[in-house]
């Protein structure tokens, strides 16, 4: 706009002067057009001999001729004024000294702005955490409930507050350090908690690292003491607090809840861990008989397939390795006395007919088996009911 004004007002004051070569205002450098006196007013604005731009406009200086003039050209005429005075030296202090020290004094109030120190509190801290706080009091009572400290403090931007980024460890970390008494209710008062978030900021006697709480608070009191004597008791108990071992503070709280999170953590990495083992794992494996349970173990100890492994290290587990054909069907001697005679005796018809039959054995039936064990001596005949020997001749012959 400053340049806008002074190239209208050199237009029409200075737009006829004379152009001379010698002189400063030549056809480079004068007021003809209003792009032509832009470009002047930025190089006065520059400091570029704009004295001698000021000294070329002045009341000796000659008009240019006026060829559509029906008079002629009048060689007396003169288009300088002393107005060149006012007119330089109002638009170099207007330009030079205050516009571009106002354009400095923004440019340095920005970049401190944006390189002050974001630790240091100030005022503005103090009516934000007023405001948030009475957005969680609507009471106004000077109480929260302590499960709203960590909404709060996240409204808060930082250093004073936490801000919305903040991860829950950091946040829980800064609750604990914090420590700051629960009353019976489960609130939390103003004055600490605001005296706390101001000692967590700036570092002010913060218990770290197995520090004694009780004796940095006992000092933070006796400092608070001297500079203000006229305290009262209860205020400054409300400034530094020095709860009891056995009273309940907001610390306690979120180190139990970062104590949780921590466990549910290990559990849940285990859980994979477990999971990755059992995806890996092959479908089978072979198992230990000493793995097994006891109920299987005597399950199997009576099956009449298995025999015991003398020569296993395992005394008094079944081997697990197949008999022979011949022994696997080898009937039991059948015993008439026995509770469970028709059952034994209904096996060792199933397991020949499902035997393979040998070529000396072919159109062989269950009872002709029974009569040659009984030839062998295997079996004694009055061990083996008569019904079976009798069907050896009266059932039909069962070939394969």
Known sequence: MLFFIYAIIGMQVFGNIH????????????????????MLLFRS???????????????????EPDTSAPGGHNENERCGTD???????????????????????????????LT???????????????????????????????????????????PLGLGKRCPNKVAYKRLVLMNMPVTEDMTVHFTSTLMALIRTALDVKIAKGGADRQQLDAELQKEILAIWPNISQKMLDLLVPMPKASDLTVGKIY??????????????????????EQKNAPMFQRMEASSLPE??????????????????????FPSLSPLSPEEIFQPPCLDQDDEDFEEQLSLFRLNFERKPQTEGHKGFTFEHRLLELMSSGLCDSSEIPKTSLTGAFNQPVTTF
């Open 19 to 38: 152009l001379e070569e010698e002189s400063h205002i030549n056809r480079h450098n004068n007021f003809r057009s209003f792009s032509s006196s832009l």
């Open 45 to 63: 604005a520059t400091g570029e001999a704009w004295q001698e731009i000021m000294l070329s406009c002045l009341g000796d200086k000659g008009c």
């Open 83 to 113: 107005l060149a005075y006012v007119y330089f030296v109002s638009f170099i202090f207007f330009c030079s000294f205050l516009m571009l020290n106002l354009f400095v004094a923004v440019i340095m109030d920005n970049f401190e702005y």
């Open 116 to 158: 002050r120190d974001s630790s240091i509190l100030g005022p503005h801290h103090l009516d934000e955490f007023v405001r948030i706080w009475a957005e969680y009091d609507r009471a106004a009572c000077g109480r929260i409930h302590y499960t709203e400290m960590y909404d709060m403090l996240t409204l808060m931007s930082p």
């Open 255 to 276: 180190a139990a809840m970062m104590i949780m999170d921590y466990y549910k953590q290990s559990k849940a990495k285990k859980q994979r861990q477990q999971l990755e």
């Open 295 to 316: 109920e299987i173990l005597s399950n199997a100890k009576a099956l009449p397939y298995l025999q015991q492994d003398t020569l296993s290290g395992l005394a008094g």
